[in-house]
Structure formats: C-alpha cells, structure tokens
C-alpha cells in the first residue's frame, strides 16, 4: 500500500471514528485534501484512491495543477486572496473559502458576471481568536458581511470557514470550533446563513486538530500534512 493510501485510510477511519462520537453520520464530514507545494504526483495518486476534492492556497501553482488532473476534481481556494486575482479565482475554483471583505466578495461576484454568469457557493472566513497578524472578519462584523453579500447576484454564503489559534493540544481550540459553531447558528437565527434551507458549512480543523473539530461541527476539515507528508 502506498503511503498517502495509508494515510487517507487513516484520516478516513478517524473521521468516522470523531463522526460518531459526536452521533453526526460520517457523510456529514467532507475531506479537503491540502495540496499546497504539493508535487502533482500525490495529488493523482490521492485521487487514485478517490479523494476528489483538494484545497489550494496560491492560484497560479493551483492553475497548473487544475489542467493536469481529472476534471472529476472539486477545488477548493482556501488562501489568501487578492482582489488582482479574483478573476483568476473565480475561473478555477469551485469554492473561495476565505471571504473576508466586500471588496472581494464584489471582485468575485464582478468576475463570475462577466465570466458567464456561474453562481459561486463561498465562506466567511472569520478571525475567531481576533489575532491581528490572521485575516478573517471579525464574529460581530459577520452579520453585516453577510447583509452587503446578499445583493451580489452570483455568490452563495455557504457557511464559515476559521483559522484559530494555534496550539499543539487541540483541546485548546475546542474553544473556538464552539464559538464558530454558534456563530454561524446565531446568523441562521438571523436568516443571514442558510436561508434557501441548505444546511450551513463550518471548515475548520487541520492535521492537528479535525478530530475536535468533528466533535464541534465541522463539515469540511482541511488536512495537508498528515495527508501528503511534509510541504517543500
Ligand atoms: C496549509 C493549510 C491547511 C493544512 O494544514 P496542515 O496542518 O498541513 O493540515 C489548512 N488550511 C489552510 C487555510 C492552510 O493554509
């Protein structure tokens, strides 16, 4: 068996495992598969073994790796992203996790216009730990994000997407995964989130951590090393 089959296997069984303790079925728990400074190499020998939905963070490494794989692939943008680059966003991706001002959000909704009129399911992401140095919008500043979004045509708020603080005990974000989850359940409250009755996104969770973050309500957990190995 190869290494990133091991490894898949693994991540899969502990989804599962971190699912039901948690009484939510394991296809409530979607994988993105970080592929960032990854060689194009794993990526298809993880799709080999039917990961079909992977995250970048940089558009063009994410450009030459979308032309060379199946078009089966679901992509996910989970960077930072630059106005300049909306375009090139919005062209690739099947998701932009990581909206966090409305300049952005009009730059994507003006590029999908132009671009044939898609509509784009995309992700608040928030600054849950309010680290300055982290982008993300700040909790009380969602609301109305969310109200300025609901005039752009051709964007859907899926849901939120978080980078919490870093810790090496993941009992130590759980904290935050909560916080996230009442967030995005307040907005529900508020008909910000999930008004056409779709069920709401929460992405957060990485290698260190997906299975608190299962246990709180991820829906997408975001895993590049533990996947892929080390990023060169
Ligand atoms: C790189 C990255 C990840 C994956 O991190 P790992 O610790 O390697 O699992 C997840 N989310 C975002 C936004 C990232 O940039």
Not at 128 to 150: N, Y
Not at 156 to 173: A, K
Not at 189 to 216: C, F, K, N, P, R
Request: hydrophobic share 40%; with cysteine; proline share 4%.
């Amino acid at each position: 068996m190869t290494r990133i089959k091991h490894n898949l296997q693994l991540i899969q069984a502990r989804i599962e495992k971190a699912a039901r303790r948690a009484g939510r079925p394991q296809e409530a728990v979607r994988l993105v598969a970080v592929s960032k400074k990854q060689p194009v190499e794993l990526l298809r020998e993880a799709f080999a073994c039917g990961q079909t939905l992977f995250g970048e963070n940089y558009p063009q490494e994410a450009a030459g790796k979308i032309a060379r794989l199946d078009r089966a692939i679901a992509w996910h943008f989970i960077g930072h992203l630059q106005s300049n680059k909306a375009a090139t966003a919005a062209a690739l991706f099947d998701m932009v996790q990581t909206v966090d001002r409305l300049k952005i959000a009009r730059a994507l909704d003006r590029s999908l216009a132009e671009s044939g009129g898609r509509i784009m399911p995309i992700l608040i992401q928030v600054n849950i730990g309010r680290e300055p140095q982290k982008a993300g919008i700040a909790p009380e500043d969602c609301a109305g994000l969310l109200k300025s979004i609901l005039d752009l045509k051709h964007l859907r708020v899926r849901g939120l997407m978080i980078m919490p603080p870093f810790h090496d005990d993941p009992e130590e974000t759980r904290p935050y995964f909560r916080q996230t989850r009442e967030l995005a359940s307040s907005l529900c409250g508020q008909g910000l989130l999930a008004a056409d009755g779709g069920g709401v996104e929460l992405s957060m969770g990485m290698s260190g951590d997906y299975e608190t973050a299962i246990e709180e309500g991820a829906t997408l957990v975001r895993i590049g090393s533990a996947l892929f190995g080390e990023r060169k």
